[in-house]
């Protein structure tokens, strides 16, 4: 995992599947107790990017945010779409508890 996904608090699940995020105040909030959309963004773009599975690069991305993600742990899981040669698409997930609080879109280019 990047540095930048280090210093914001990034980790790998214990099952070496989903992104994890312990998500708090102030690193992570815009205020009211709930995180950022850009720290929701970044999760689901790093599931997705694990999912991909190699070295990629974002070419194009799509964020959904579903309703407010309280501080606390946040999950996220991420799923190809389709994967060609040059281009991959994936979707990262990002849960609070088991609600889903926002869904991200990633087009990759394939850096191999």
Known sequence: ???????LGLRVG???Q???LEAKAPDHAIGGGMVHM???TTLGEVAAAHAAEGAVVPASLQ???LRPAPLGLLTARGRVLKSGRRLCTAEGEVFSGDQLVA???VTFARME
């Open 1 to 7: 995992m990047s540095d930048f996904n280090s210093r």
């Open 14 to 16: 214990a099952d070496g």
């Open 18 to 20: 989903t992104i994890e």
């Open 38 to 40: 850009a720290v929701l």
């Open 63 to 65: 964020a959904n945010f």
């Open 103 to 105: 869904k991200v879109t």
